[in-house]
């Protein structure tokens, strides 16, 4: 039995965040939303769905920071050692400006990784559309995609049917044509 | 009737698409003849500076005592200026401030290319600017490293941060925008938009982490925008000039950034939703909400301006009392009472509700506010030295050509950089737009029943 993709387009985001809890308590779980905005309402229902929690770009977002503390550290601590000329009878060692140097790089570095870290989790740059990708998703419309068996195609369609789906393809994955 | 009421409350999002897709039309000729008229300043101003580092400092008016002036006022105007991007796009955006939606794109970008011509005054100002790496912390055959004690190498470090991360969050934010904007462009555009959106679909995945960077950077941004300008601020503070050396500078500086900066926007984006027929998008609602964060921090610099003067009062200090003597009635005493006039007294009109709903007035008092901040750091930096601690040594600036065409190049270089990025990319967040649209339509007709909705 051959492998297929359900594309299903919906006109609101309360319609698709619908589409979402319908395929979870149907029991279908492979599934990608496409929507043009950040939609609380989808992304409730996304994260209700499948429990991923906060996006793990914090930790590059951490990390980062805490790198570029530790930078500032080495370069202002470290410099000055190694070059401990006394400039204006101040301490070779001054710890409140080299506080404005680790603010800096902590948000700098920190920044950087953090961009770093979303490029990295959404594995971009893409060069290919995704499958089930319509140019309208990233306008005006919100899409439910879900790959399945093509024997349990005719459910799933019902299941988005039923939740307000305004119009539903099948796409057969190897040979990649499209019928109504 | 009530079906027209409906209506416009609940427009489509493709209509959003439409409204910032016309301002992204290829532009007519008189668009055309504007971007050549700036390029022809900056033109000029190129041409100046050539001359002025072939020449040396010599051909500016900057003399002992007053070395900084018209470049370094510049400087800080334009470091000002792009405060404003950060704490709409950022701070409002933590807050959850709705308004931002509409005009922070405008903001942002505004910023990003004020940093970028406010980081060319330093260079500027160098007699010797081929020398300007000597401020970079690097291993080198001199055995001489950056004096990190030094407020011009914290300058260094803020700028250069502040620069790339307000970058960063306009690229971040644009993604999904040039990915809308792609799919409804042809030909070169849509290369140029494929290439910024990086291949953004919009799949759940991708805005989940979309909206962690984006939280995470606004984050970062916020303490960020307010350490620039209390960095730049100490660039004078740090300093034993009376006129100078007062702890109330970074807040002060601050302050008078977000006026400054908001009073930008409002130059820029006026003429902007008028001519690209953005009014439906950037409504009145967008500006009087604005124009009350101008009138704010007009009240805070203006408490600052009397604090400012309380303080060199109460400390008796013979020093202090003579600068601000001579700021308020030497012979460049008129420049001071100008910004007051320009900062405190135009802005005061802004109570007005009438006044705020009016884009023309609004327009009018913007350009006021603009001329009466450049004035305030040029009254602060110029003047201060101007009467230093040695009376015999006293000099009041006076402006030669060079740095006059240098001043006016540097808003051809910026509104030309502006034109550009405004033309060719979008101007407004179309998916921030569609997420408040419906709430933004009944805020208008609620906040101004007299004013057309949609």
Known sequence: MSEVAVISTFESDEECAQGIRALHDARIHEFRAFFPFPSEKILEAVDHVRSWGPSPVRYWQLFGGITGVLSAIALTFGTSWEWNLIVGGRPVISV?????????????????SGLTGFFVHNRMPVFDPLRGYRSRFSEDKFGLVVQCDEGVAGRVESVLRDAGAEDITREILEAATEHH | MAAAVETNLQPRYIDVDRQVQRAMA????TYWMWVLFCAFLTALGIGFWTNQVYK????TGLTEPTMWAPYITNFVFWVGIAHCGTLISAILFLFRVRWRTAIYRCAETMTVFAVATAGLFPLIHLGRLWFFYFVVPYPNERYLQPDFRSPLVWDFFAIGTYLTISTVFLLTGLIPDCANARELATGWRKTLYSIFSFGWQGTDRQWRNFQMVYLLLAGFATPLVLSVHSVVSWDFAMTQVPGWHSTIFAPYFVAGAIFSGCAFVMTLIIPLRRFWRLQDVVTIWHLDNLSKIVLLTSLIISYSYCVESFMVWYSQDPLEMTTFHQRYFGPQGYLFWIMVTCNCVIPLLLFSPRVRTNTVSLFIISIFVNI???????????GSLATNTMPSQWRFYTPHVTEVVITVASFGWFLMNFSLFAKFMPIVSMTEMKEGISWLRQAVRTSYPYQKAA
Do not use: D, H
């Open chain 2, 372 to 382: 009466g901040m450049w004035l305030e750091r040029f009254v602060i930096i110029a």
């Open chain 2, 26 to 29: 290829p532009g007519g000729l």
């Open chain 1, 96 to 112: 409140p400006p080299y506080i404005i140097i680790m603010f800096e790089l902590l948000i700098l570095i920190g920044g950087l």
């Open chain 2, 56 to 59: 040396g400092l010599g051909v």
